[in-house]
């Protein structure tokens, strides 16, 4: 069934969807993104979502295309124009069109690309019954990983690499420390206590991040937020992910290594819970 999209101001069915091949998104990347969680046909922590992208455009210098209310309403309404319960909207800004040239353009105007996609059972994914198997690989990324581009080529090659090896996503290794995972961010937990990587320009600053160690804090779960290396991932009691569509998702397997029992651990199980619960109480 054809979608409804946006594009720069207009719903169009996305077969009529059409981006300029000068689209600096296209040619140099220079665009950011943001993709926010549908469920129950509302959004889930729309206003981090909304944050961040405001905090992306002001760290690469980019105009904002429309203001957060405007941004707000186009989101409800590709959601309900596309009848989806549960899913995501994808959002793009781009810095816009113009003749190629390394240099920005001094008068472009910005894309704003959107797109919904339905994910029924996202809530209830096999995956968080099962847990997911990550290998580890080099993070070749860029320097400024906060921002939230759509220079997105080496984390599919760390996905594709993880396939290779019967795995389902890759952890990113710098200077010996776990930075995140290809599209989410990294925890493990030991002798009850959490330990992720703190926010720099190394990560990306998650939304689900933040709420779920918040929820953590509440439930007076200790947290360190400090580098850890594999090697201590590998002597871990469990490990997880989180990202606004796998939400927390355990690990149980690193490099073939098991981790803990081999069962998604009860953490990281309590934390989704609770983190559904709640974010679907605050869901706009
Ligand atoms: N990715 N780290 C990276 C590199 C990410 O790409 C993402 C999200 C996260 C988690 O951020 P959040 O909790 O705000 O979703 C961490 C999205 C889901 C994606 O690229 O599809």
Redesign the pocket.
Known sequence: MSRTVYVNGHYIPEEEAKISIFDRGFLFADGV???T?VLNGKLI?FE??AK?LERSLNELDMDHPVNTEELLSIHRELVSRNNIEEG?V?LQVTRGVADRDFAYPKSASPTLVMFTQAKPGLSNSPQAQTGIKVISIPDM?WDR?DI?TVQ?LY?SMGKMMAKAKGADDAWMIEDGFVT??????AYIVKNSKIITRQVGHE?????????VLRFAAEQNIDIEERPFTIEEALEADEAF??????FVTPVIEIDGTVIGNGQPGSTATALRSIYLEESLKAAI
């Open positions: 993104y943001e993709v969680s922590d981090g979502h961040r995501l994808y990324r990983r939230k997105l984390p995140e995972g290809t599209s989410n961010n990560i990306l600053n998650g939304i689900t991040r933040r709420a992910i989180t990202s606004a569509t796998t």
